[in-house]
């Protein structure tokens, strides 16, 4: 625990986040000899932990477990001086400098932040669901749609991003289906016609999974028809939950500039925040790309981006 009265305690950088992004930045932060502070957060290593294969990330032809990933990413940044603590930041006050940070297990003061908390997917909550992740279940059809090839799929919501989901799906699968609790999608219209007029894509309008089966990997849904209370099983080799994404924002809020949707809204070409001295990178600015390289390229910019803050400080 720091004392946050002490300025002898007072830190270069503090990191919220472990995952590709955070990581990032504390290797950069490190080497140019920060001795940066990471809080890992409860899920340490972010959504790359629920990920088996990763087939995309640059480096590894034959893939990595997305768990294996994030322990190589961890130990490279340990090697080179990054402190990391498990647990969450529960407050922040970023009214002035230094900033302070409450943790569970005290409290912590920085002359500058990067924050790389993620965003988390939107999920159905069924236990089904949680169990069969990475075994047919998936969240980004950019990541896992590969292992989908010749197989027949669904994808689950109604909005552009099942739209997209779905699309970019029939890359590979054989059959995708979209299955949409209402009678008409909330999408723009150019992405519902291209879904709409795609020969490989189907639609199951006014129904929501109510059970996802299979064990060990996803073998069918069972699905209920929201008007007619019909309840039918659908044999599939994959689930696609595509409702949206949540930034891990709301620390922040009322603090730094965000989006409608919570994104922390960052400068063009950097990851400066609406506060000098507060950095953003990865997932928790990034609602278009939200790949773990990319991820990375922006937390190697946010290390930068602080370390030349730090050096223009009296």
């Known amino acids: 625990m720091t004392n946050s009265s002490d300025p002898k305690n007072v830190r270069d950088v503090v990191i919220i986040g472990s995952g590709p992004a955070g990581l990032t930045a504390a290797l950069y932060a490190a080497r140019a000899d920060l001795k940066p502070l990471l809080i890992e957060g409860t899920q340490a290593g ?107 799929v669904i994808v689950i919501g109604g909005g552009d991003t099942a739209m997209e989901e779905a699309t970019f799906l029939t890359k590979f699968a054989s059959k995708v289906t979209i299955v949409h609790r209402r009678d008409r999608f909330r999408c723009s219209k150019i992405m519902e016609g291209r879904a709409r007029t795609h020969r490989q894509i189907g639609i199951i309008w006014d129904t929501v999974v109510e059970e996802i089966l299979g064990d060990p990997v996803v073998t069918g849904a ?69 790949q773990a390289v990319t991820a990375a390229g922006t937390g190697c910019m946010a290390a930068m981006d602080a370390e030349k803050y730090l050096e223009s400080l009296p």
Do not use: W
């Open 46 to 152: 972010g959504q790359l932990m629920i990920t088996t294969d990763v087939e995309n990330y640059p480096g590894f032809p034959e893939g990595i477990l997305g768990p294996e990933l994030m322990k190589q990413m961890r130990t490279q940044a340990e090697r080179f001086g990054t402190e990391l603590i498990r647990g969450d930041i529960t407050a922040v006050d970023l009214k002035k400098t230094p900033f302070h940070l409450t943790a569970e297990e005290g409290t912590y003061s920085t002359r500058s932040l990067i924050i790389a908390s993620g965003a988390s997917a939107k999920l159905l909550g069924l236990p089904s669901e949680r169990r069969l992740m990475g075994r047919g279940v998936s969240a980004c059809a950019t990541c896992d749609g590969f292992f989908f090839r010749g197989k027949e």
């Open 222 to 290: 069972r699905l209920k028809n929201v008007k007619t209370g019909n309840v039918t099983e659908m044999k599939i080799d994959g689930v696609f939950v595509a409702i949206g994404h949540e930034p891990n924002t709301k620390l922040f809020a009322g603090q730094l500039n965000m989006d409608e949707r919570g994104y922390i809204v960052t400068k063009k070409e950097t990851t400066e925040t609406s506060l000098p001295g507060v950095f953003a990178a990865g997932d928790v600015q990034d609602p278009r790309y939200r």
